[in-house]
């Protein structure tokens, strides 16, 4: 079992940044590849980054690749998402997420059913 909890969102102006944080339980986070998705309003949970167990390898979605950045502190059992430039189409509610464990690679953790465990979300707003 996983739990995780997610930290940092809140309201800012366009062109701000913000750091997400996930705090996870467990013994084993390091072997869990993990995730960020995101939920506007009206629709569907999108993909916005991933980072893998051991190497640390991350893929991030078009449209936030070039300002966002996922990292993870397997110490800490904790993952981050560094949100820079931010943009009034990245409010959302932001969702941590942790994969199968030992998982391999990055491509397939851009699926939202290949994580099994989630955080209850914190609310992203950027205002124009």
């Known amino acids: 079992q996983v739990q995780l909890v997610e930290s940092g969102g809140g309201l800012v102006q366009a062109g701000e940044s913000l750091r997400l944080s996930c705090a996870a339980s467990?013994?084993?986070?390091?072997?869990?590849?993990m995730g960020w998705f995101r939920q506007a309003p009206g629709k569907e949970r999108e993909f916005v980054a991933a980072?893998?167990?051991?190497?640390?390898?991350?893929r991030a979605a078009d449209p936030v690749k070039d300002r966002f950045t996922i990292s993870r502190d397997n110490a800490k059992n904790a993952v981050y998402l560094q949100m820079n430039s931010l943009k009034p189409e990245d409010t959302a509610v932001y969702y941590c997420a942790a994969g199968k464990p030992f998982m391999g690679g990055v491509n397939g953790l851009t699926d939202r059913h290949e994580y099994d465990y989630w955080g209850q979300g914190t609310q992203v707003t950027v205002s124009s």
């Open positions: 980072v893998s167990w051991g190497s640390g390898r991350t």
């Open positions: 467990g013994r084993t986070f390091s072997s869990y590849p």
